[in-house]
């Protein structure tokens, strides 16, 4: 197996200009449940706004909108005029930013999940797991991204050739919940004396990627907390950023799945792998791909299990069946904890909308690996994307339990 020690990538990077801090006083973020597509449509074209809109989530039924403060009576016009109620559920998403850590703010803590860490501290403590565990670890470099960093890997193997589980996480760098819930998962596989964890770190091989949008994961620490996408500015647009979630070459742009315009949260890119960072990984899992039997992409928010496809919603996988019953096992292991955390699943255009040129299209359609979920965390929206610190242990957890049962229940597969 080719696994390459990782080079220090970061040391020739590029100084960012010194940004300012993107600071969102007074921000509300709202519920709107809607009936009628026009309604949908109508409160969705706000967001053409972009200083004023954001979008935090999108449903079948409900979205919800990030407001300025500025924009408050254009939002207030709009809902009248469309006939829809909206409920604020944070009224200050700079004062939810400014206290996401609260549950450990001391700088030097070390490394407990008990507040989300930069990616300096993620960097070192995969090293230290490395130094800690060399008989069943290896570091791996995807490759490197627009901004030069390695991104890394780690691979966790009692038995080379055991079933492989890949866990990307963090492609959308504002969801930090994910890297977090995949170091805490690392750090179970390698330390944990329960019996049944035990045996799922030792039955298969696993490669887990915690942060693969690097540059970004850095941003949203220094300069922007809310940015979603990845920051390779585009020659044809002042807009800066591909959503790499649409970027690999799969379905890419197909059925309205992603935006053609930069300036979108959904844009897909130039090209296909228009991304260093989706060429790599896209470059990596092709060489393993006979090893991986099992993709599983991070996200927040929304409490989802989503299989494929995403570019369509009228065709589904041949084995639709098997990803349903196996999404419901992992539903249901989440849900009997106390908990009682409720997980939706289904086909990401079937219950959430078309998105082509994602992760687990990409792995299932052109790697052949047909066990393959995004799975958005929590919440469902109290927190949405800056879900305090205290939940990251509760999240990691059922995140744990949820994977036991999903590889249970594909072992029970034909
Ligand atoms: N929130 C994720 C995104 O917008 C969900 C994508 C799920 N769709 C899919 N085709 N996998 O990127
Ligand atoms: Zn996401």
Partial sequence: ???????????FLKKRDQEKKVRYDNYSVFRIKYETSLQRQSLLELTNIKQSFKLWRDDNSECNLMVAPSAMPLF?????????????????????IDHENEADTRADATFGWTRYYNLAEIDAWLDTMLAAYPDVTSGFVLGQSYEGRDIRGLLISYKWGNPGVFIESNIHAREWITSATATWLINELLTSKDELVRELAESHDWYIVPVLNVDV??????????????????RISDCVGVDPN??????????GGASSNPCDETYAGPQPF????IKAMSDFVSILKDKINVMLAFHSYSQLLLSPYGHTAEEFPENYADLMQV?????????????????????SAGILYPASGAT???AYNEQDIKISYTIEFRDTGNFGF???????????????IGIMALLAESKKLG
Avoid at 219 to 230: A, G, I, P
């Fill in 1 to 11: 197996i080719i696994l390459i020690a990782p080079t220090n990538g970061a040391s």
């Fill in 76 to 96: 207030e016009e709009r809902l009248r005029t469309v006939n829809v109620t909206a409920e604020m559920f944070i009224e200050n998403v700079q004062d939810l």
């Fill in 360 to 362: 687990n299209d990409w």
């Fill in 327 to 347: 999404a419901k096992a992992y539903s249901d292991a989440v849900h009997q904890l106390p908990y009682g955390t409720i997980y939706k699943y289904g086909s």
């Fill in 246 to 255: 649409r970027n690999y070459d799969s379905h890419w742009m197909e059925n």
């Fill in 217 to 234: 994961f850095v941003y949203t620490h220094e300069t922007d907390r809310l940015w979603r996408k990845t920051r390779q500015p585009s």
């Fill in 386 to 400: 800056v879900l305090p610190a205290a939940f990251i242990k509760p999240n990691a957890e059922e995140t744990l």
């Fill in 274 to 277: 228009s991304e260093p960072e």
